[in-house]
Each structure stands twice: as structure tokens, then as C-alpha cells.
């Protein structure tokens, strides 16, 4: 099964930075990753997928990148309601692991 | 746009049965674009997928190595909905439990539509 390790797994932040979470993957996943956001008591929603396309209707301040086992998901001049949680998922083959997660947080 | 209505008991206990259901709306069980998941969230495991049904052609299912054998993802055409039966459950099994649709964009899965969430706690 592929892994995937997030890392930071906390980070703090302020409004208008810029911040960047990384995600490995135990084997190469060409570019089958997907980026999703995550506020308390609610379901994820996505973000990017395919690694770096953005969904419909998600600002264009998020953006991802990567291929094979090392991918990123950036955020540039953070708003206060991108404080949340984000998991990286791999939908290379049929069991969807996620990453373990990344709190972003109001420093 | 597709909304999927969960529902379901909160409370569960030990070595008994967790059933879920899952209401879809604006997307059809049958779709041959669409795949119907289960996922389940906890603090100790963080987000796990559980198994998933499509119909292409004929029916699907599968499921993850660690549920395989007390999992049954079952659709439902007639009401157009799609239910998670857990048999065997323990203390483990207790978890905020998601359904959620993946589709495919640019030969990409995604899960894109999401169950609104449903706390289990398995507990006598």
C-alpha cells in the first residue's frame, strides 16, 4: 500500500504570509494526488488535483506541485478562513490513503 | 449540484452491527461516472477509506485490506442511495464516518461531494 507522510504536521501563520506543507509518498504515484481542506466537524473539501489543478470555484492563491514521490501544496497571502486542516490523498490505486494531516494555524 | 444526506445511529455497541445510509440527490447510484465511498475519520487514525460501490456495466465493490471481511457497501437503485453495514465492531471502529462520491477529472479520481459527517461511538 502507498504511505503518505505530511510534514510540517502543525504550522502557525499569519494573515498575508505564505506557507508551503509537503507530502511524500512511499512509491512513485505519478501525479495522482489530490489536496484537500478540512474545518472542524465538516468533510473535507477539495482543493487540487492531478498534483497542481485547481477545482472549480477554489481561489487561485492555492496552488500544488509535484510528480512521482514529492509533492507540495502552496497557499500565498493566507486569508483567515484558510486556517484549517489540509490532507494530501493519492488516488493512484483503488485504497485511497491519505496523508495524516497539517493544522494550519493563526500565529 | 450533487448532495449526499447521511444518516444513521451514533451509538453502537460492541460486537453489534454499525449501518449507515447514504441519500444521493442530483447524481443517480447507477451513474457509470461516479463511484460511492465510505471514509472515516479519528484522532488516533486520522482518515482511512473504507470501500466504495460503482456500477459499470454490473456492480462493484471494494474494500481496504483492514475492514475486508466485516464490510458490505451495498447501493440501493430504488431509493437512490448507498449504505455502510461494519459487522463485529469494537472500540476502534468508533470515528466520525464520511460518504463521499469520486469522480474522474482529467483521467484524475477526485472525491468531490461529501456526506455531511456521522459520529459513531461504539460504547456499551
Known amino acids: 500500500d502507498v504511505q503518505l507522510t505530511q510534514s510540517p504536521s502543525s504550522l502557525s501563520a499569519s494573515v498575508g504570509d505564505s506557507v508551503t506543507i509537503t507530502c511524500r509518498a512511499s512509491?512513485?504515484?505519478?501525479?495522482?494526488l489530490n489536496w484537500y481542506q478540512q474545518k472542524p466537524g465538516k468533510a473535507p473539501k477539495i482543493l487540487i488535483y492531478g498534483a497542481s489543478s485547481l477545482h472549480d470555484g477554489v481561489p487561485s492563491r492555492f496552488s500544488g506541485s509535484g510528480y512521482g514521490t514529492e509533492f507540495t501544496l502552496t497557499i500565498t497571502s493566507l486569508q483567515p478562513e484558510d486556517f484549517a486542516s489540509y490532507y494530501c490523498?493519492?488516488?493512484?490505486?483503488?485504497?485511497?490513503?491519505f496523508g495524516q494531516g497539517t493544522k494550519l494555524e493563526i500565529k | 449540484q450533487v448532495q449526499l444526506q447521511q444518516s444513521g445511529p451514533g451509538l453502537v455497541k460492541p460486537s453489534q452491527t454499525l449501518s449507515l445510509t447514504c441519500v444521493i440527490s442530483g447524481d443517480n447510484v447507477s451513474s457509470s461516472s461516479s463511484a460511492w465511498n465510505w471514509v472515516r475519520q479519528s484522532p488516533s487514525r486520522g482518515l482511512e477509506w473504507l470501500g466504495r460501490t460503482y456500477h459499470r456495466s454490473k456492480w462493484y465493490t471494494d474494500y481496504a485490506d483492514f475492514v475486508k471481511g466485516r464490510l458490505s457497501v451495498n447501493p440501493d437503485t430504488s431509493k437512490n442511495q448507498f449504505s455502510l453495514q461494519l459487522i463485529s465492531v469494537t472500540a476502534e471502529d468508533t470515528a466520525l464516518y464520511f460518504c463521499?462520491?469520486?469522480?474522474?477529472?482529467?483521467?484524475?479520481?477526485?472525491?468531490?461531494?461529501w456526506g455531511q459527517g456521522t459520529l459513531v461511538t461504539v460504547s456499551s
Open positions: 512509491q512513485s504515484i505519478n501525479n495522482f
Open positions: 490523498q493519492h488516488t493512484y490505486t483503488t485504497f485511497y490513503t
Open positions: 463521499a462520491r469520486k469522480i474522474t477529472l482529467s483521467g484524475k479520481g477526485v472525491f468531490d461531494a
